[in-house]
């Protein structure tokens, strides 16, 4: 005969076993949980390190282009068939800009497959304007089409003076140390700009400049000593500023070199449907010095370096670096040519059987 106390043990008995279960069954699902985490983080970091061993790669391989081609008005040669004569070696003679082959890696920023995952760009520092060496005409027109009292442009160009000079005295409505202090701001450091985004620390510019974002900023400005635009390498932007147009007419310009690149500056004014003015303030072919932008695929920022090339150093290294930066990565393209048809043989996969 079952008694109460009897079946009262059993009852307890059947809900600590499902208690139990029930424990054992979140534990279970927890590890899982933690486990999947856990593989996921993993190949997020594998990942991460082959965007950036291939990032590096990439850069790599275009400072062998850039070492060991040659340059024409279109960009980058890729394939040897222009390249310099043992002479110009041996001498160390640059040779100037030819005429474009047809598969060169244009220097406009455009995005291009690099690598493994990566992609990269090259950016021309001939396609920016340098704010040192702006064009007096061209002053107030840039900084009202950044959003400045074209009437102040003078001032903010004697600030920028101020900022980079070796002397305390402020030039006419110029800022030294004291203006600084007045304004809350870090006072000048009195050298040259690092990079270009250090001109937000230069008092005038720095409310100048806030609307744009970094990526922005950098696509306007460089550092190099450029008083002549390249611009067959500028992008829509500088070319509104340098011409003082509209972006629809910046943009059929930038159109017009898809076929072929500029030759002549009355190329570039036919382009634009405007009367042919003086050649002044731009011209057609590259510099020896650009930015090379290179990102992939979960690993992280936009890796941006400014190299100066220098063939003419006896002795020394052929390109040296001026700064390097990190911006976001822009989002990656669904559908580019650039990127299906990688511009040179170094960059193409690997046949299966070599790998």
Known sequence: MRTPGSRSARG?????????????????????????RAIEDERALEAS???RLAMHSTEATL??????QRMTLGGLTV??????????????????????????????GRSYRGVGPAR????????????????????????AQLGGDPIRAEDLFAT???????????????????????????????????????????LGWRDLLAPLDDAALMERFTLSRVPSVNVNTAPPIVLRSL????????????????????????????S????????????VFPGQSLTIATWAPGAGARRVRQWQLTPLDDGGAPWRSEYGLRLPAPPLEPRLDALADPPAPLFRDPPAAAR
Request: charged share 25%; proline share 7%; aromatic share 8%.
């Open 49 to 51: 390190l082959d965007g």
């Open 79 to 108: 394939d040897m068939q222009v390249k310099r004569t043992e002479d110009e070696i041996a001498s160390n003679e640059v040779a100037m800009p030819v005429s474009p082959i047809g598969n060169e890696i244009r220097l406009d």
């Open 160 to 202: 920028l003076v101020d900022y980079q000079d070796t002397d305390d005295l402020p030039r006419l409505n110029g800022a030294e140390a004291e203006e600084y202090r007045a304004a809350g701001l870090p006072p000048p450091p009195n050298r040259p700009l690092a990079n270009p985004l250090e001109l937000r620390g230069v």
């Open 63 to 68: 400072l062998y282009l850039l070492a060991s």
């Open 243 to 270: 011409f003082d147009v509209d972006e629809a007419t910046a943009r059929r310009a930038v159109a017009f070199r898809e076929g072929a690149p500029f030759t002549s500056s009355f190329d570039v004014w036919r």
């Open 120 to 143: 990269f760009a090259l950016q021309d520092d001939r396609g920016r304007l340098s704010p040192g060496w702006v064009d007096p005409a061209l002053r107030s027109r840039l900084v």
């Open 272 to 283: 634009m449907g405007l009367v042919v003015g003086e050649d002044g303030g731009f011209m």
């Open 12 to 36: 307890f008995v059947l809900l600590a076993v499902l208690a139990a279960l029930v424990v054992m069954a979140l534990i279970a699902t927890a590890i899982a949980t933690l486990a999947e």
